[in-house]
């Protein structure tokens, strides 16, 4: 497995999606309910958006996860709202997957990062 490493995004502005949520049920238990299998789809869908920019995604093992996904602009984020199978999938999250969940947008317009080197010896 290759080592995390955080979204490589242009210079900005660009718009971050900010889903922050607490998964209920058999999604929260890793059980059979089609959460992981429908998550894995809607991440290859919106990275065939246009406007998409990236994701960056953590999860903690009671089910609190978030995920950021960036986009070039307001009209990107609303179609991929209007996309169909997204839309299906929020719709069955509501009812089945979450037990609660926010969702912030965000213009983002710095941004700055950091990527350690190999060990320098010190003198």
């Known amino acids: 497995m ?25 999604a929260a238990e890793g059980g059979p309910d089609g959460y992981q299998e429908t998550d894995d ?21 009671d089910g609190l996860g978030v995920t950021v996904s960036y986009w070039r602009d307001e009209e990107s984020i609303a179609a991929w709202r209007e996309h169909m199978e ?14 609660s969940f926010a969702l912030h ?8 990062g950091f990527t350690s080197g190999p060990a320098t010896p010190r003198p």
């Open 86 to 99: 997204h839309a299906l999938a929020r719709a069955y999250g509501r009812e089945h997957w979450y037990a």
């Open 105 to 112: 947008v965000a213009k983002v317009e710095r941004s700055y």
């Open 41 to 61: 789809r809607l991440m290859k869908l919106a990275a065939d958006q246009p406007g998409f920019l990236g994701v960056d995604a953590a999860r903690r093992a």
């Open 2 to 26: 290759p080592d995390p490493t955080p979204a490589s995004l242009p210079a900005p502005p660009y718009y971050a999606v900010v889903f922050t949520a607490v998964l209920s049920g058999a």
